[in-house]
């Protein structure tokens, strides 16, 4: 870690964005101690009020304060897309590598048929059909999510893995006396981690946008518990009287998905070799 | 123990027998289907190595030389059973390597090891020097415990002519020759009897080469190695061959002791390869024999003797007899109708 530290300073792009997901992560731990207010009290005496020196961010359609919500909505939206990749990830990742490290008919027939099939599942049919057996809430979301998802690794681990299977050191590892179990864990995934560390930040992203419409819809996050994607939604139908309550948390979605892809993109340098 | 033992010669006083081979290849092939123009077109092969067969003494250097293409790289990985051959009998060490199963496969590579063509190519670009290095140590129980391990692998950096600072580095820091180094040191860690050099030093700079192929040749002679050198041109292993195989197209033309194959070629392939090799001396000039056309697609090879298309003094039944390796005495043999 300190070593990482000491290497995102020659990156600025990096460091910001480091900087911006170490901040969301800390406003998400301590969101009870930030926020100045209780996110789901309405003030019926302060509705649709623009920022203020009591609601410095204004207040939504029920008088509740933005700034409180905005606080604890990064809790949910960070959670999906942290937990939903995770699961992408830890789900495809094994199966893309196993699957292109071993090819056969197995890996054509059944897991790329598979894929094409699940890539072609919308998520929103998927969380309708968890949400009947799991019932809706975030982890609903979340898992809809990551099975969703999980297609895109299988098929980034296969196709990595189908190129670093042919190469030398790979044969070298096998001269050697390696299991393949030990091939796969010693010298296939450390090469391709990079293009999945990516896919990962790009992933986390778009899963904050995806919970928050799978909220939105009442799949996700429960009213009156706050995630930015419903508060975005909801402050589209008010974008007339009270433009702010969507856009705050619209500038928050932005701000972590860029962080996040900054923050990718620099983990990717620091963790290549060749870059020391 | 600072891996004395690896740098310690071995006792050459004790004769082996004169005929006992570590090595012994008995007809392999090793084809690959290829897919035709279309999914309807019938099924081929390209028969990459073709009947081969060949014996490896201990302590002794076999080459095997021929042009890109002639299958030189897929014969060492189906004699190490890195490739799967399609018939055909390795033995090795007593073992028949086709029988072994995958644990004991794994056990016997131990004592057979490979060094690649591509120094760029063969080392694990997010492994450092020493991890490269120790992993055979480790894979094999080599060694008392981490540390002896760790001497071990600077011992190895040394012998090879690297320091042992370099073993925290990583690949992309080294030139290809010092890359080079770091493949030998990989092989030779786990002790091996036997090594396999795929063209090790034909993607180097040329004034590099004679460097590392004088290390190979130093470590053979100080470890009493056994190898199989696989090189594209007959003059890079003239000085340090036991035995010569010289392949085409998959098939061995003409095998014969080292001096022999130099002085006295039987197989007009083998003449073709030692005259364009250069000449050291001017007036030495050799009569220049030249290769007609381009080497035949091994999809579709030519009928009876592979070589008939390309050669001086092919006759009308080269091309519907396919001639085998004829003995001519002292080891020498050769697969052609109009010689021997
Ligand atoms: N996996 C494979 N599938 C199909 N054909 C192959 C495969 N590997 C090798 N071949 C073919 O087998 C033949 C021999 O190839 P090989 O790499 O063994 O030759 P080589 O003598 O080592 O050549 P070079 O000097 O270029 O290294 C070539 O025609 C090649 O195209
Ligand atoms: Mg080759």
């Known amino acids: 870690m300190d070593r990482l530290l000491v290497k995102m300073r020659g990156k600025p792009l990096g460091a910001l964005g480091l900087l911006i997901v170490i901040l969301l992560v800390l406003v998400a731990i301590f969101a009870p101690l930030l926020a100045p207010y209780n996110p789901t009290d309405p003030d019926f005496m302060a509705m649709l009020q623009g920022p203020s020196d009591q609601y410095i961010l204004g207040t939504d359609e029920l008088g509740r304060d933005m700034l409180s919500r905005l606080i604890w909505g990064a809790r949910a939206s960070l959670q999906a897309g942290l937990i939903a990749v995770i699961l992408a990830a830890g789900i495809g990742v094994p199966i893309g590598l196993i699957s292109g490290y071993f090819r056969g008919p197995l890996d054509e027939y059944v897991v790329m048929r598979l894929t094409d099939a699940m890539m072609a599942f919308p998520v929103i049919v998927l969380a309708l059909a968890l949400t009947a057996i799991m019932g809706p809430s975030l982890s609903t979301a979340m898992v809809a999510i990551g099975i969703v998802y999980a297609p895109i690794f299988i098929r980034l681990a296969r196709a990595q893995t189908l190129s670093v299977r042919e190469t030398e050191y790979v044969e070298a590892a096998r001269a050697l006396g390696n299991r393949h179990i030990g091939i796969m864990i010693k010298h296939v995934l450390p090469n391709i981690a990079s293009p999945l560390i990516i896919q990962m930040s790009v992933s986390m992203a778009t899963a904050i946008l995806v919970e928050s419409a799978l909220s939105f819809l009442g799949l996700g996050v429960q009213p009156p518990t706050p995630s930015w994607g419903s508060m975005l939604r909801i402050g589209t139908n008010y974008m007339q009287e009270a433009p702010w309550i969507a856009f705050w948390p619209g500038l928050a979605i932005f701000v972590a998905v860029l962080g996040i892809n900054l923050f990718g993109d620099a983990l990717r340098d620091v963790l290549d070799p060749r870059d020391r | ?340």
């Open chain 2, 1 to 340: 123990m600072t891996g004395s033992a690896l740098l310690k010669p071995t006792d050459n006083s004790v004769a082996e027998p004169a005929d006992e081979a570590l090595l012994s290849v008995r007809n392999l092939c090793t084809y690959f289907p290829v897919r035709g123009a279309t999914p309807f077109a019938p099924k081929r092969v390209v028969k990459a190595v073709d009947n081969l067969s060949l014996e490896v003494g201990r302590g002794k250097i076999v080459s095997i030389v021929g042009e890109s293409g002639s299958g030189k790289t897929t014969a060492g990985r189906s004699i190490l059973r890195l490739i799967e051959p399609t018939s055909g009998q390795v033995m090795f060490d007593g073992m028949d390597l086709g029988q072994l199963g995958p644990r004991a496969l794994r056990d016997a590579r131990r004592k057979m090891q490979i060094i690649f063509q591509d120094p760029f190519a063969s080392l694990n670009p997010r492994m450092s020097i020493g991890g490269i290095i120790a992993e055979g140590l480790k894979l094999h129980s080599i060694g008392e415990g981490r540390a002896d391990q760790r001497d071990r692998v600077a011992a190895l950096l040394e012998r090879v002519g690297l320091s042992a600072d370099h073993m925290r580095r990583y690949p992309h820091e080294f030139s290809g020759g010092q890359r080079q180094r770091v493949g030998i040191a990989r092989a030779l860690a786990v002790e091996p009897d036997f090594i396999l050099a795929d063209e090790p030093v034909s993607a180097l700079d040329v004034s590099i080469q004679a460097q590392v192929l004088n290390l190979l040749q130093d470590l053979r002679e100080d470890l009493g190695l056994t190898m199989v050198f696989i090189a594209h041109d007959l003059s890079v292993v003239e000085y340090l061959s036991d035995r010569v195989a010289v392949m085409y197209l998959g098939r061995i033309m003409e095998i014969a002791d080292a001096r022999d194959l130099y002085a006295n070629p039987q197989h007009p392939y083998t003449e073709a390869l030692l005259s364009a090799a250069p000449i050291p001396e001017p007036g030495a000039a050799r009569n220049r024999i030249m290769l007609k056309g381009e080497t035949p697609s091994p999809i579709d090879p030519p009928s009876g003797c592979v070589f008939r298309t390309r050669c001086p003094i092919a006759g009308p039944e080269c091309a519907t007899t396919t001639p085998d390796l004829k003995p001519l005495g002292k080891g020498h043999s050769v697969a052609c109708l109009k010689r021997g």
